[in-house]
């Protein structure tokens, strides 16, 4: 000390300042507020703080930077090097002191703010900073003259080197405190929850932290597991919920709750079940402890996050849908029965009406609309469409009743998205001959690789391929018939009672798309469009800039044969892009960052909520929106790049419109329920 200044400089963050020598690199870094990570504290002993010295001349901030400049390598960076390794351009920032001016880089790995770069095109990136940290401490030993207890010494230790005052103390961990801080030697690791609480503590140096991000979705349900330091997801795997024995659609399980008195407390019992084992099967997948689990979030839409929690879901199953609970929801692991460390805690996301849930609220985390000017649709396809329209401004939120259609459900050869089913279509105009793919291979049909692959159906993407192509091909017309008077032209287009199906594969078995298919995909799209355009009203909007499609099968979906079939508003196709499972990213998010959820805590509470069942227009929209694709909208911005076929209808006359009336309050009366 008392050595001239020396002028360190931090890259990436360019802070800089001036500092005495013999200050620890760590030291300056915390005095300049650079995020430079440390879990144990400055012994050198947990290698976070790891930084490089950017050698040479920086004229830009006058001065020479030298790794000389630097301490030299003592015992405690020789030791950790021998036991945990260290690249010989790296210095333990909290062991090596300035000598000189530096330029001091601090690598990604040694951040305390990492961010994760995710895979979607257009998402943000995840800031990682989650709720729970490790602290390592050295507990004072306890003396005969100043009898304290063992907690009590531990929170001082807490408080003295890490400034963290007034912890709470899960009352699991004092089962084995003592025990721990005497195997530590007085030295342990604590996991702090929120700055608030002590949820876990360990002998010695204790470095690994994870979570899992749950996403119960009705039909399946996924689990991340996350490295809490890195944000690195180690583990993803999916099951199906196993409620399926007691309803396919969301509807039929709250009816089996009620006419079944008792019958609640088994479905959430099965879910439990299902979310432990998929911890197990996480746990194993990743190589971790299930000890090591320290943080759980969880979204789901309304009914399952219900079911979940052990609340009862039957409101839900009629107007005015009212949720037992709408904020979010903090609670332990065990309260759920997972198997993972006895202090880990769940947080589960907000739900924001009766249709629409924690996986909405996941998916507004995960794609951020209330953050820029843009006015973003975002659409969540399921058997219920989860639909939020907005903009830093407002945000608007609606589910639509699409049914299970476009799972594959209701369709003639349907399946789920599973190997052998057909998810591409292509139809030659002029031959209206078709060439499909099939999931799980990649070559079309006719070309070499197809011949040895077993199609089994069409899953829900395959579906709207070949009904969007159909109708550029011009086979579909714009009412959604398939046109028999083509049938001499095409030996695909086959007399299929008093209507004509297309014979999309001719091997074994065959499979067609009927009449009745085409209804069915009709009354879906209807739906969600009619939804979406709902809230378009609301805002006043005639067109939005921009359209996200998420879930498994909105991701799936090809954007241009979206707007072609008129599944969503018009649109430039080149703005309509798919937003992967964004629900599951937001759980992810939110998970591994704090802030998030008082973000979304906020940003739910302003959220607008459109009740599509007692809106008026929704029957008109729909109506409207049976068309392919639409009766008044001429989709411009498709058609500048998309040459779309002439307007042509079947039967204009009044029994297609009664038929169209009819299947237009069979929608909006059944299928709310989905
Ligand atoms: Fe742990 Fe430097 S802070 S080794």
Same mark, same amino acid.
């Given at each position: ?37 440390? !879990? ?12 490089? *010295? ?35 351009? $790296? ?57 304290? =207890? ?46 608030? =609480? ?7 140096? #204790? ?47 709250? =009816?089996? +709750? ?34 090591? !689990? ?30 037992? !609970? ?29 249709? *629409? ?66 998810? $591409? ?79 999309? #594969? ?54 241009? #044969? ?13 703005? *309509? ?25 906020? *940003?739910? $509470?302003? +959220?607008?909520? +459109? ?18 694709? #639409? ?5 411009? $911005?498709?058609?500048? !790049? ?8 079947? =039967? ?23």
């Amino acid at each position: 000390m008392g050595e001239p200044d020396a002028l360190v400089v931090f890259t990436p963050s360019g802070r800089r300042g001036r500092f005495e020598h013999g200050l620890t690199v760590l030291d300056a870094a915390r005095r300049l507020g650079v995020d430079l990570d440390s !879990v144990c504290g400055g012994r050198g002993i947990c290698g976070r703080c790891q930084v490089e *010295v950017d050698e040479g001349e920086h004229a830009k901030h006058g001065i020479t930077s030298s790794a000389s400049h630097l301490s030299e390598v003592n015992e405690v960076e020789r030791t950790y090097a021998a036991e945990r390794g260290l690249a010989a351009t $790296r210095r333990l920032g909290c062991v090596a002191h300035i000598a000189g001016d530096l330029v001091i880089d601090v690598p990604a790995e040694s951040q305390l703010y990492r961010q994760v770069v995710r895979k979607e095109a257009d998402a943000h990136p995840i800031e990682v900073d989650p709720v729970v940290r490790l602290y390592y401490v050295e507990v004072e030993e306890p003396r005969l003259e100043s009898p304290t =207890s063992d907690a009590t010494r531990l929170r001082e230790a807490l408080a003295r080197e890490w400034a963290l005052e007034r912890l709470e103390l899960d009352v699991h961990v004092l089962d084995d405190l003592q025990q721990t801080l005497r195997a530590g030697d007085w030295r342990v690791t604590v996991a702090v929850h929120d700055g608030r =609480s002590i949820t876990a503590v360990w002998p010695g140096l #204790h470095e690994h932290a994870y979570g899992i991000a749950f996403d119960v979705g009705s039909t399946t349900v996924a689990g991340h597991l996350c490295d809490l330091w890195s944000g690195d997801v180690l583990a993803s795997a999916g099951e199906m919920n196993p409620q399926i024995r007691f309803g396919e659609d969301l509807m039929s399980r709250v =009816s089996y +709750v009620m006419l079944n008195p008792g019958s609640r407390k088994e479905l959430t019992r099965i879910v439990r079940g299902c979310l432990a084992k998929l911890t197990a099967e996480l746990a194993k997948a990743a190589g971790v402890e299930r000890d090591d !689990v320290l943080e759980v979030t969880i979204v789901g839409n309304p009914i399952m996050h219900h079911l979940l929690l052990g609340l009862d879901p039957t409101e839900l199953g009629g107007a005015p849908f009212a949720l037992a !609970v709408d904020e979010s929801l903090r609670l332990r692991a065990t309260d759920l029965g997972l198997p993972v460390h006895l202090g880990a805690r769940v947080y589960v996301l907000p739900c924001i009406a009766g249709h *629409v849930g924690a996986d909405t609220a996941g998916m507004i985390l995960s794609e951020g609309p209330h953050l820029g000017d843009e006015v973003n649709l975002l659409v969540d396809v399921g058997t219920n469409a989860e639909i939020v329209l907005g903009n830093r401004e407002r945000l608007l939120a609606a589910s639509s009743p699409t049914g299970p259609a476009f799972e594959g459900a209701q369709i003639t050869f349907g399946q789920r998205a599973a190997p052998g089913a057909i998810e $591409r279509v292509r139809i030659d105009p002029e031959t209206l001959e078709p060439r499909v793919r099939v999931i799980g291979c990649d070559a079309w049909s006719g070309e070499p690789g197809f011949a040895d692959v077993r199609v089994t159906g069409i899953c829900g993407s395959g579906i709207i391929e070949a009904l969007a192509e159909l109708h550029l091909a011009g086979v579909l017309t714009t009412d959604g018939t398939i046109d028999g008077a083509l049938a001499t032209r095409s030996a695909r287009i086959v007399p299929d009672g008093r209507t004509f199906s297309y014979l999309l #594969h001719d091997g074994e078995p065959r499979i067609s798309v009927t009449q009745d298919d085409v209804r069915q995909i009709q009354l879906a799209k209807g739906a969600l469009y009619a939804g979406c355009r709902l809230l378009m009203d609301h805002y006043g909007l005639e067109r939005v800039d921009r359209i996200r499609l998420a879930g498994a099968f909105g991701s799936q979906i090809d954007p241009k #044969h979206a707007l072609v079939l008129g599944l969503i508003p018009d649109c430039d196709p080149e703005r *309509v892009t798919a937003a992967g499972n964004a629900a599951g990213t937001g759980a992810r998010i939110a998970l591994l960052n704090g802030a998030a959820r008082r973000e979304i805590e906020e *940003v739910v $509470r302003t +959220v607008e909520k +459109v009740e599509t069942a007692v809106e008026p227009r929704f029957q008109e929209h729909f109506v409207q929106a049976m068309a392919i694709p #639409h009766d008044t909208d001429p989709y411009e $911005r498709l058609r500048a !790049v998309v040459p779309l076929p002439r307007r042509r209808k079947s =039967s204009p006359g009044a029994k297609e419109g009664r038929t169209r009336r009819r299947a237009a309050s069979a929608a909006t009366r059944g299928r709310r329920s989905e």
